[in-house]
């Protein structure tokens, strides 16, 4: 039996091992060089003032003008999705993300598995040991019992 304590002290140290893999160690890489790169940040600003000015558009109904932010909008965000870098780590976020959701798809699916175990259960349907015991006979095994 492990204290929550034992389990999260475990996980932070699971977290920096996954902190260290090569994935996220060229996650910080690139994120660093997009943060040093003076034409990306302009245009991060850029996009992102346009998007309140298009939300503001919205709200007060001015569909030439919205329209207008909104083709801008769209040409800075292709200029800036248009830097090998920015393109390298929008790739790298997702297989960081990825990653992750593997972890905590894996970690949830053994969890389940184990109780299902410990419960007597059958993994293969998924059901726990106090499931099965309670469940209502099926016709087969009403059928197996005559």
């Known amino acids: 039996m492990y204290s929550r304590e034992e389990v999260l002290s475990h996980a932070k140290e699971l977290a ?7 994935e996220i160690e ?12 003076e034409k990306i940040q302009r245009l991060v600003t850029k996009v992102k ?3 309140k000015q298009a939300v503001n558009l919205q709200a007060y109904d001015k ?4 329209d207008i932010v909104e083709g801008e909008i769209d040409k800075a965000q292709e200029e800036l999705d248009d830097i090998p870098v920015v393109q390298e780590f929008q790739e ?9 959701q593997l ?3 894996t970690i949830a699916r053994e969890v389940t598995n184990h109780v299902i175990k410990d419960t007597g259960g059958d993994i293969m349907s998924g059901k726990t ?3 099965t015991e309670n469940e ?6 009403e059928l197996a019992n005559e």
């Open 16 to 22: 920096a091992m996954l902190a260290k893999t090569e």
């Open 26 to 37: 060229r996650f910080k890489q690139l994120e660093a060089k997009v943060n040093e790169n």
């Open 49 to 51: 003032t346009l998007q």
């Open 63 to 66: 569909k030439k003008a919205l």
């Open 92 to 100: 790298i976020q997702v297989v960081v993300n990825d990653v992750l």
């Open 103 to 105: 972890v905590s798809g």
């Open 129 to 131: 040991g106090s499931k």
């Open 136 to 141: 209502a006979p099926s016709c087969e095994n």
